[in-house]
């Protein structure tokens, strides 16, 4: 299965905009000192943004710190393996005590920089002017695999070979290092890193012409979303609109995660979501929307302070139900496949209802969700 996330759909309310002003009686203003008409106190709530973008201009530098990194470390990687003549074999003969250490701190950082994109991924993908980001980084298929979906960039390798719309670069990266890309992709070289006598799973000399290409394109990428996080300017509507998408999208992850090493083990034929749990992607994308929720929380009080309450809790419960999973995993219990769809199913209905709510409450407050 290939790390992709298709758009979720909007939860449908069929609830119009509500007048939120009436003329007449106990409504009119009191008359000021002067005998004119007092001015009218604002409502609490224009929308509190500032945080929601603070946050994502947090995360993006996180995250093109930890590209910029990648790419010095895979050009690294490139130099040694031109010298090789790019022969793999003659590669580890020369280099072998050299290259198990790199690339473990490769894949360590790979596996340090998943949540900086993680956790701003209900902004970024749930954000119109945003969300194609999310798609080249971590949600966009290969043109083989569904055109439709597919990534919109090509990658130029070294050797003059150009791959069309290959997939989304956190994918390309993962199956780079751990040996997980489709047939059709450059393959890694299976080598015994850490000298046990067994090529394990991820054991791999990648190739190199192939990683440096993913790594220079994630570091440009990351470096555009950057730039574009700092120029966006919040509005009421990606706030609410993030919510309704992004919150019920919790059965296609938990899809994502049956299918994946952490359940299926060995007999896994995923190609993503093999190294970090999708349960913990999962709570780093709840944690980005509740990020978006405590900013328009008072918008949705001035409807029903009440509801605004229950939602709020309400979605700091579905993180929790999936923090305590991930603990579980964490602490080694394996879920089986049929445990899994449960989990997913409870999830999902779980977040149809917060978003219905929004959505809900997004009508009666006359706020656009774009489609």
Not at 211 to 238: I, K, M, T, V
Request: glycine share 10%.
């Amino acid at each position: 299965m290939i790390r992709t996330r298709a758009l979720a759909p909007l939860v449908a309310t069929g609830i119009a905009a509500l007048a939120l002003g009436a003329c007449g009686g106990d409504d009119e203003p009191a008359a000021d000192d002067t005998g004119g008409a007092a001015t009218t106190t604002e409502s609490a709530a224009a929308p509190q943004l500032d945080g929601v973008k603070d946050y994502l201009l947090d995360h993006t530098e996180q995250l093109a710190g930890f590209t910029a990194d990648f790419k010095s470390a895979a050009e690294e990687y490139h130099g040694l393996a031109e010298e090789a003549g790019f022969d793999y074999e003659a590669l580890w003969a020369e280099h072998g005590e050299d290259l198990g250490p790199m690339l473990e701190e490769m894949k360590s950082n790979w596996i340090e920089g998943n949540p900086y994109y993680e956790q701003m991924e209900g902004v970024v993908a749930g954000t119109p002017s945003l969300a194609e980001y999310d798609v080249i980084l971590d949600a966009g298929s290969s043109a083989a695999e569904d055109p439709e979906s597919a990534v919109p960039f090509d990658l130029e390798l070294s050797d003059g070979t150009t791959l069309k719309q290959p997939g989304n670069l956190f994918n390309l990266t993962e199956g780079a290092l751990w040996g997980t890309l489709p047939e059709a992709m450059p393959q890694s070289t299976p080598a015994d890193l850490d000298g046990n006598g067994t090529e394990d799973f991820g054991e791999v000399l990648p190739d190199a012409a192939f990683l440096l290409a993913a790594a220079e394109a994630f570091d440009r990428y990351s470096g555009e979303l950057a730039d574009s996080a700092q120029a966006w300017a919040p509005s009421e509507s990606d706030a609410f609109t993030a919510l309704v998408v992004m919150v019920p999208t919790m059965s296609e992850y938990f899809g994502q995660w049956k299918e994946s090493r952490f359940v299926l083990g060995d007999a896994s034929g995923s190609e993503s979501f093999n190294v970090v749990s999708r349960l913990s992607d999962i709570n780093d994308i709840l944690t980005g929307l509740e990020v978006i929720f405590d900013g328009v929380e008072g918008r949705l009080s001035e409807v029903d302070p009440a509801q605004a309450e229950q939602t709020g809790r309400e979605l700091s419960d579905l993180r929790a139900f999936v923090e305590d999973l991930y603990s579980r995993e964490q602490g080694g219990e394996r879920f089986e496949p049929e445990q899994a769809e449960v989990l997913g199913t409870e999830a999902q209905e779980r977040a149809t209802a917060i978003a219905g709510q929004v959505s809900q409450a997004a009508a009666e407050l006359g706020v656009t969700i774009e489609q």
